[in-house]
């Protein structure tokens, strides 16, 4: 989910995410339900991001791609598209190995839990090479 699209929801309960020298602050967080201060603590990095100016378009389509092939990979959804790219790019699948064992090194050991809290530098690379494969792949019209 767009860090964007979160913070409209939570206005929604009339409750606002901003920042502050403290960092990332929720207001009147009584008037919001738990499963969304849940998904705000899931989506910290990406929201801190956001609000300071540092979350891209580019950032937000590797975001989505790494989602959509964890989830496929995991068998938690079918996406033809990730399949075929999977199925015929071979180093793919190592990469995702590489980058879900980072992660679950840092932490991370829920599929249904977003990542973000748990990246490191190496999993933001891993990341991004998996992006460019999957563009690459993509753009050859497989």
């Not at 975001?63 to 990730?82: Q, Y």
């Not at 793919?92 to 809290?117: F, H, K, M, P, R």
Request: proline share 3%.
């Amino acid at each position: 989910m767009h860090p964007a699209k979160i913070i409209e929801e939570i206005a929604t309960y009339s409750a606002e995410i901003k920042m502050t020298n403290e960092g990332l602050i929720l207001t009147n967080h009584d008037n919001v339900p738990n499963e969304f201060v849940e998904l705000i603590q899931e989506f910290k990095p990406r929201l801190i991001d956001y609000l300071n100016g540092d979350y891209s378009k580019s950032q937000y389509a590797i975001d989505i791609t790494i989602n959509k092939a964890l989830l496929h990979w995991c068998d938690k959804e079918t996406n033809e598209s990730i399949h075929l790219w999977m199925t015929n790019v071979p180093d793919v699948c190592d990469l995702l190995y590489d980058l879900t064992s980072e992660l679950a090194e840092n932490g991370w050991n829920d599929i249904n839990n977003a990542y973000y809290s748990y990246e490191t530098e190496r999993s933001k690379k891993l990341a991004d090479e998996l992006y460019k494969s999957a563009v690459a792949f993509a753009k050859k019209g497989a």
